[in-house]
């Protein structure tokens, strides 16, 4: 078996995890995050409150937790970029890993309302936007390798890797927004496009 290879007992604790977050997510919707208590997930699935927190430390981590397995895939997809390849173009790219994840096919009918809840409920956006800094930081270290590797690295005071992916996360954001006030008529990947062309060169 591999190192990257998931053992049983790895397999199934994130088989109960997925079970417990694609119940609670539902209630979500129905219900409202704030209406929704950790015992009305654990009877969803049929466990007790105890069982579900040996998942996940809180009720604001069943939703956002899934932002965090994404984080490596984020970091390869930009490792896998052409090195001589245009900063903000790599970048875009990357929001592909998040794209694929909201156009996953199975997964539409909840990807917008749970992106609803997330947006609309301080807890939950606060603790998103804080995920996104830690991605971020993630992208910048890797950004300043990929330079160092090159040849051609930043200083250390120089601000252009943070400046540019910061600008790269704005654009999400702004198009998660947009694609939310659009009512998700569009495509999700659409919606990273066009933000991402107001700031930058279409890719």
């Not at 579900?52 to 965090?68: H, Q």
């Not at 900063?87 to 929001?95: A, D, N, P, Y």
């Not at 804080?130 to 992208?139: E, F, P, R, T």
């Amino acid at each position: 078996m591999s190192e990257r290879t998931p053992g049983l007992r790895e397999r199934t604790r994130l088989a109960v995890q997925k079970e417990i977050a694609e119940a609670a997510d539902a209630l979500f919707v129905e219900r409202g995050f704030e209406a929704t208590t950790v015992d009305d997930i654990a009877a969803a699935v049929g466990m007790s409150q105890r069982s579900v927190f040996r998942y996940f430390a809180t009720k604001e981590e069943i939703v956002l937790g899934k932002f965090d397995l994404v984080v490596d895939d984020m970091l390869a997809a930009l490792r896998a970029r052409p090195a001589d390849e245009a900063v903000w173009t790599s970048l875009h790219r990357v929001f592909d890993v998040l794209v694929s994840l909201a156009e996953k096919p199975g997964h539409e009918e909840m990807v917008e309302p749970i992106h609803r809840v997330v947006f609309e409920t301080p807890a939950l956006l606060a603790g998103y936007l804080q995920k996104l800094q830690h991605m971020q930081d993630a992208v910048v270290t890797e950004l300043r390798d990929r330079a160092d590797a090159a040849g051609t690295p930043y200083a250390v005071d120089d601000p252009t890797p943070r400046a540019l992916t910061a600008a790269a996360f704005g654009c999400l954001v702004a198009a998660q927004h947009s694609w939310l006030a659009s009512g998700a008529k569009g495509s999700f990947a659409d919606a990273v496009d066009r933000a991402m062309a107001t700031v930058g060169p279409r890719p």
